[in-house]
């Protein structure tokens, strides 16, 4: 019996340190939801694009301060003016060792565009690709568009070859419940390889050796678990089980702050939080008013902005972590944005407009509302809930994590909701893309501003907008992105509520670049 | 009831309540110093409970009574505090003291209402497979059986997330509601259905049984009628500790997030709140409901034990 022992503890003890003399640095960290499908077309939202883009890597990349850089192409130009030309970089090999070539471009601005992809407005529709030779690839656009690549950072380019050996061509929407190969396998050329998956459990990658980069981190494996509690990511943290936490709670900043191994990074987040109304349905979906949709009338829209004390919300849920917004983009992002100022908050005015809409006893809305996306997304559902109570607008709050709610109310499911909270980071920091996804009309399919849920719709911010896409002189396209924008403010085509701000938790042994679109990416941590 | 206690003691047999006061349990009641502050607490915590409309300072469930300004109030004795608010507010500006009166209902009436339920399903089987035997014994008490290898925790997930899964698009607020009674009662019917077997074993072979099916009256009226007011001591013991693990059963899910939703917010879900605030200090949304929970849980399971060892005739 004694023996046995021994012989464990000897074991045991060969076991720690075996482990302990190699340099492998792991990285453990923690998000609030799930890494879902790792297709990188199932799902245009932060966190799993940031988790992909670890793994896969589009034609541009974006450095620590957002700045366009090469990546899969070594440089681009505007040989007409429709016609872009990107030269590819030879030598990168795909994970699987497989060659990256012109093929494989064409191939990803496909499926892209195709069915059941959330990336759709990446590349217009009615863009043509045309291979050169194995290394140069050309984009023949519709018109002129300059800020055609500023996106594409998140386009990730996919192996052709490995798609369709796995069968795995079609694009498995965040509503699809049976995912294919691709949803469950990543093939990239990035600096990381995705090792394991399962979702809701456990992510692993590990590094790249044959990256084509020479790599600035030093860490060979990074292991991703969801956390849902705000308590327990904290208490991870605090506790050294994990690295880096994000989002840490804002109520719990000073206690990260004060432990001595781990800091709270803060900072402005380029995220507008704001709600959305259905406002394409002849009737909601989900509200007790039948035969008419309340949405469509803008002095309805216009008491649920009225009827909303942000600075409640700012002071007390956010903790002033977060700045009130007049505007669907950020301030850093729009340079006349301190012209707009919000309609203010008045319960009175709000009661007001909607007994002149005919609403004086009020009516009913079902609401849909992320619990583990933003900042705090349910406490400010509940705290609108109220507020739209004391007007007499009764809401239903559909609170879920974000994987069912993304799956319920996007295109892919056909836009279900009619009164929604959403967070949009503009993903080429500019407005154009503001107004092309969120406020310019769509059908019900999609096609057009696809993530205007409420599918607010007016023809002159859409003629602006396509000004704005094709003009140059920076001012005066600053001045038709104010017309645009005033139009939206006007009309309450959303409710822009705040910006959020950033918090993450990270330990001291980690040194890590904190971008203000709240990626994370591992190329730019280093741990000692 | 009435009845009875109008008509003159003295000359006709003592009524119901007399028949109580002078009763073995009700002596044994007196003796012990414990219970009667543990029933001194349950009555008290139900009344707060049940009487919550009408003594609670604010409505926690009336949306448009909320400020959002008036959220992460301390308890009235400490600095910065709004001594409306006797024991603080949550992230809501919801009143803690109302909200622990209002979620002491929703965790009492489930209790109560998956109790009876449990029972009665518990109670059915249990008589009829005692008083059948054979195989239909034999499948409801496999059944049982294997229903007792899982903890009732794990039965009630599962049945709460096949049922949302099913029924999803309802309405959740009263929903959920029903949906927790459902799945607390089907993952406590067995201890019920075995305790009534066992004594309906014991019942039937007894002379008044085998005279009542000597004179033809029906298997069910034997049961209900003649078995059933005889195995009812033992019912109303684990009834009364079934409550109190009804209702932890209850926070427990809510805790977990899968009860009441914060709309309706039980001990449980206040407590499942209140739990993203003890690392900033703001302890109070998450003490004052779990003390509730525990002098709630800690008094009926007093009185629970305390009835078991009454009617327990080896014990007196």
Redesign the interface.
């Known amino acids: 019996m004694k023996k046995t022992c021994l012989a464990l503890a000897s074991a045991v003890m060969l076991g720690a340190f075996a482990t302990t003399p190699s340099s492998a640095e792991t990285l453990k960290f923690a998000f609030q939801g799930t890494l879902n499908q790792v297709d990188p077309y199932s799902l245009n939202e932060t966190f799993t694009l940031s988790s992909l883009g670890n793994v896969y890597e589009g034609l541009t990349r974006r450095n620590g301060e957002l700045e366009i850089e090469p990546a899969l192409a070594e440089s681009w130009e505007v040989v007409e003016p429709n016609r872009w030309r990107f030269h590819l970089r030879k030598g990168v090999k795909f994970h699987n060792g497989n060659d990256f070539t012109a093929e494989d471009v064409v191939f990803s601005a496909n499926r892209v565009r195709s069915e059941g992809s959330d990336l759709k407005t990446r590349i217009d529709p009615k863009t043509t690709v045309e291979v050169v030779d194995d290394y140069t690839v050309d984009f023949v656009l519709p018109g002129p568009n300059p800020i055609l690549h500023y996106e594409w950072d998140t386009w990730y380019i996919m192996d052709k070859d490995w798609t369709e050996e796995h069968d795995a061509v079609s694009v498995t929407s965040a509503s699809d419940t049976t995912p294919n190969y691709a949803a469950l396998h990543a093939n990239g050329t990035g600096p990381f390889k995705l090792e394991s998956h399962e979702v809701g459990v456990k992510t692993t990658y590990t590094k790249n050796d044959d990256w084509w980069d020479t790599a600035t981190h030093n860490l060979d494996t990074v292991e991703f678990t969801p956390i849902g509690?705000?308590?327990t990511r904290?208490?991870a943290l605090?506790s050294g089980e994990l690295d880096l936490v994000y989002p840490i709670?804002v109520?719990?900043i000073?206690?990260v702050e004060s432990n001595p191994d781990t800091s709270a990074l803060t900072g402005p987040e380029l995220r507008t939080i704001f709600l959305g109304m259905d406002q394409m349905r002849p009737e909601l979906l989900y509200s007790d008013v039948k035969g008419k949709n309340p949405f469509q009338d803008v002095r309805v829209r216009k008491a649920v902005y009225q009827a909303i004390?942000i600075e409640?919300?700012v002071?007390?849920?956010m903790r002033n972590l977060a700045e009130p917004s007049a505007l669907m983009i950020s301030p850093f992002l729009y340079s006349r944005s301190d012209e707009f100022k919000r309609h203010p908050y008045d319960p009175d005015a709000s009661k007001a407009l909607l007994k002149e809409a005919g609403y004086e006893d009020g009516f009913s809305v079902g609401m849909d509302c992320p619990n583990d996306r933003y900042v705090n997304d349910?406490?400010i559902c509940?705290?609108v809930?109220?507020?739209l109570?004391?007007v007499g607008i009764?809401?239903?709050?559909?609170a879920q994590p974000k994987a069912k709610y993304f799956a319920k109310v996007l295109a892919s499911n056909g836009y279900d909701t009619s009164f929604y909270l959403l967070g949009w980071t503009p993903s080429s920091f500019d407005s154009w893309n503001v107004l092309a996804n969120m406020l310019a009309c769509r059908d019900e399919k999609g096609n057009g501003g696809a993530f205007n849920l409420g599918g607010y719709c007016n023809e002159k911010v859409d003629a602006l907008m396509a000004e704005v896409l094709v003009e140059n002189d920076p001012e005066k396209r600053d001045a038709l992105i104010a017309e645009a924008f005033t139009i939206v403010h006007e009309e309450v085509g959303s409710i822009p509520l705040h910006q959020q701000g950033l918090a993450w938790g990270v330990s001291n042994k980690v040194d890590v670049v904190q971008r203000a679109d709240n990626q994370f990416l591992f190329r730019f941590v280093t741990k000692n | 009831m009435t009845e009875t206690s109008e008509t003159p003691a003295s000359k006709k047999a003592p009524s119901t309540m007399e028949r109580l006061l002078d009763s073995d349990i009700f002596h044994a009641f007196l003796r012990s110093k414990v219970t009667i502050m543990a029933a001194a607490g349950t009555l008290i915590l139900f009344l707060l409970a049940f009487l919550s409309p009408w003594i609670a300072p604010h409505d926690p469930f009336d949306l448009a009574s909320l400020d959002v300004m008036n959220s992460y109030m301390p308890p009235a004795w400490i600095e910065g505090a709004d001594p409306a608010f006797l024991l603080g507010t949550d992230d809501q500006g919801r009143d803690i003291l109302s909200a622990i009166f209002y979620g002491m209902r929703i965790s009492l009436i489930v209790g109560f209402c998956s109790v009876i339920f449990a029972a009665l399903v518990g109670i059915g089987l249990g008589l009829i497979a005692g008083y059948m035997g054979g195989r239909i014994d034999a499948l409801i008490m496999r059944v049982a059986d294997v229903q007792l290898t899982f903890p009732a925790i794990l039965i009630a997930l599962l049945i709460d997330g096949a049922a949302r899964g099913l029924f999803g698009s309802l309405d959740r607020e009263v929903f959920s509601f029903w949906i927790l009674i459902f799945s607390l009662s089907l993952s406590f019917w067995v201890q019920y259905a075995r305790t009534v077997r066992g004594s309906t074993m014991v019942e039937k072979n007894k002379e008044y049984v085998q005279a009542a099916r000597v004179i033809g009256i029906p298997s069910w009226i034997i049961m209900l009628r003649h078995i059933l007011p005889n195995v009812t001591g033992p019912v109303m013991v684990i009834a009364t500790i079934n409550l109190a693990l009804a209702i932890v059963t209850e926070a427990t899910l809510s805790f977990l997030g899968v009860g009441m939703p914060i709309t309706q917010p039980s001990l449980g879900t206040l407590i499942s709140v209140g739990n993203d605030y003890l690392y900033s200090g703001e302890w109070w949304m998450a003490i004052f409901p779990g003390v509730a929970l525990a002098l709630l849980v800690l008094c009926v399971n007093l009185l629970g034990d305390w009835l078991r060892d009454a009617l327990n005739p080896k014990l007196r």
């Open positions: 509690s705000d308590a904290v208490a605090l709670p109520q719990d000073k206690r004390d409640g919300i002071k007390k849920i349910e406490a509940q705290a809930a109220s507020m109570a004391r009764k809401v239903d709050l559909n």
